[in-house]
């Protein structure tokens, strides 16, 4: 993705430079006035003004949408973990609750049997 981002910057910047070799070299070789040299000099700044904006315009909506694509990306990953986490905890809990209620219920029965042993016991020692 940044390879990319640098491609444009460098895209724009040669854009930048060969506009301002041209417009130097396009002095150079002028047979105009300098009146007219001016006047075409300040059009060709304009352009080249132009033409920086544009390119600036392109590569922010450029970013801007790749902003957008990866959040949305990053957004979707974020649920999907939230709802496996979620699932995962319910899972356990349930299980968890499972093994104490089947636990529970063998711990009374033991508890129960003992003491209905303990007291058979007492009983016949009595007699």
Known sequence: ???K???L???LAGLLAGAAVGVVMGMLYAPEEGKETRKKLKKK???IKDQAVDQYGKVSEVAKNRYNDVSDKVKGHYDNLSSTFKDTASSVAS???EGYDKYK???MDTATSLA???SDKLDSMKS
């Open 45 to 47: 700044a304009g352009n």
């Open 116 to 118: 209905k042993d303990v």
């Open 5 to 7: 981002g640098n491609n």
């Open 95 to 97: 299980t968890v609750k």
């Open 105 to 107: 219920d063998r711990a």
């Open 1 to 3: 993705m940044a390879k």
């Open 9 to 11: 910057g460098g895209v």
